[in-house]
């Protein structure tokens, strides 16, 4: 059985609807056994958290990008991540990562390369989407990877948007797939 871990922030409510995509996707592979693991305000994981992450073959990160990058409660987590990574507890874990903001860009990019360099500084294997983009004249957000999103899953959730209303279908499909993809590379490792 391949273990896979999301673990995330949302500030409002649309990267829990991504993150549960992700979950989603990861869980319809056979064999797959996937925890959500939601970051709270203060920036700590829940109960078992870490031992979740140590026992999972694959890490998935996740956070809104505020202001050109995670969310600081992401980001504290990530800093209480150099317990396992001093004794390399991460090496050769697959990671991959997605992200979701207001506006069309947003930096999103920025985002999804602090969670590929996290990764890289624990040593893991990163998984892109793998989807080539939907950008012709008759494609739009409902259409899979609208966003263009290689390394990671982006989304856009407008700022008036609720998160019944955002992600809009293509994005959760595209962070459906990632989960997918994660899960099916960590039952390659696995088998």
């Not at 709270?40 to 990008?65: C, H, K, M, R």
């Not at 396992?84 to 999804?112: E, Y």
């Not at 390394?151 to 990632?178: F, N, V």
Request: hydrophobic share 40%.
């Amino acid at each position: 059985m391949s273990k896979i871990a999301i673990v995330y922030f949302s500030g409002y409510g649309h990267t829990a609807q991504q993150a549960a995509a992700v979950h989603a996707g990861a869980a319809a592979v056979a064999g797959s056994d996937v925890s959500l693991l939601r970051i709270d305000d203060q920036g700590e994981l829940p109960a078992g958290g870490w031992d979740s992450l140590a026992a999972a073959d694959a890490i998935v990160y996740g956070s809104p990008t505020y202001m050109g990058g995670p969310a600081w409660q992401f980001k504290r987590f990530a800093d209480a991540s150099s317990k396992p990574w001093f004794q390399s507890h991460w090496k050769d874990k697959l990671a991959a990562g997605f992200t979701n903001s207001a506006s069309v860009n947003g930096d999103k990019f920025s985002t999804i390369a602090y969670f590929f360099t996290l990764s890289q500084q624990h040593g893991q294997l990163w998984i892109g989407t793998g989807l080539l983009p939907a950008n012709r004249k008759d494609n739009g957000p409902d259409d899979i990877n609208w966003t263009a999103g290689f390394a990671g899953a982006l989304a856009i959730s407008p700022s008036d948007a609720s998160p019944q209303e955002a992600p809009r279908k293509g994005d959760l499909d595209t962070a459906r797939l990632l989960g997918t993809r994660v899960a099916e590379f960590a039952a390659r490792l696995r088998g």
